[in-house]
């Protein structure tokens, strides 16, 4: 198939690489480049830097509704898109051939919106997997044309979910490329549809009174953003990877306290084994190096 690909992270690398050998890939669309850093250099999407490296055109506008004309001079066949960032108006939806596909991070209609893999994970989900569908003008709605399931282990989180997700992709798309004109598209069922949202810094804040596996969850789920964090001491602290652990350990939530050289907190039901914290304006360290530096004379608690 002629194919146009409309992506801007990582997440479609996998299955660009599949395209590319496997499809005539005529050109990828995606977001400008943006100011990225502390310096706010403006730098390119992930997605433009794998197009130049193999010399595949980039359109990168401001709306892609302004690439009317262009994609009609293309001819492509479909419209495939995955983690774009932008609406996609219906006019361009229908320019190529056979409309355009959107590969989406959940098995829809669960999880509709911009972060189904940390929603998966925040919500404690046993499965998930990738949906690919004909889009319209509605988010995350057309009929489903295929999808894949995966297991989410006790250890993932955003980033290692992320990474499974994507390499599960290119097998799945190019299949359905293949065999479109074999597909039967099959309607989502509105009464089952959920949204999720963009999480902030507040979604990060932990409550310590929460049980220890719901704020694992939250950890595993919000690093590497927007991040998870608590106050000790009137001072910011980032919370980046914990383990849960079984008892009460002590009996105030929030509460710091040693095991074994280990550093654990008290949460509302059983601890949390702190693996990696980073202190207000310091490199990531150990647990174990953050409970070493601090006063043991002092009983401290995070709130």
Not at 40 to 61: G, H, Y
Request: net charge positive.
């Amino acid at each position: 198939m002629r194919v146009i690909f409309a992506g801007t992270t990582d997440f479609g690398i996998p299955t660009l690489e599949k395209l590319k050998s496997e499809h005539e890939l005529l050109a990828v669309v995606t977001q400008p480049d943006k100011p990225a850093g502390r310096k706010k250099i403006l730098s390119p999407s992930p997605i433009k830097l794998w197009a130049e490296k193999n010399n595949i055109q980039v359109f990168q506008p401001e709306k892609i509704l302004n690439l009317k004309s262009e994609i009609l001079n293309l001819a492509p066949d479909i419209l495939l898109v995955a983690a774009y960032g932008q609406i996609i108006p219906r006019t361009a939806l229908d320019t190529p051939k056979h409309g355009a596909i959107n590969i989406h991070g959940s098995l829809l209609p669960k999880y509709r919106g911009a972060s189904p893999i940390q929603t998966a994970i925040l919500n404690g989900d046993k499965t998930t997997g990738i949906t690919l569908f004909l889009m319209d003008e509605k988010l995350d709605h057309g009929p489903i044309l295929a999808q894949a399931t995966i297991t989410i282990n006790n250890d993932d989180n955003y980033p290692s979910l992320y990474k499974k997700l994507s390499l599960l992709t290119p097998d799945l798309a190019l299949s359905t490329l293949i065999n479109l004109n074999n597909i039967e598209p099959k309607p989502q069922d509105e009464t089952q549809a959920t949204y999720t949202k963009l999480f902030t810094l507040k979604d990060g804040k932990i409550n310590w009174t929460d049980e220890a596996r719901i704020i694992d969850r939250q950890i595993r789920a919000l690093n590497p953003e927007p991040g998870t964090w608590t106050i000790l001491d009137s001072q910011s602290v980032k919370i980046l990877e914990a383990q849960t652990i079984d008892g009460a350990g002590v009996e105030l939530s929030g509460k710091i306290y040693s095991s074994n050289g280990k550093m654990l907190v008290k949460c509302g039901i059983g601890s949390l084994w702190i693996k990696k914290i980073q202190p207000a304006g310091r490199k990531p360290m150990s647990g174990a190096d953050f409970l070493n530096g601090l006063k043991k004379s002092e009983t401290k608690i995070f709130v």
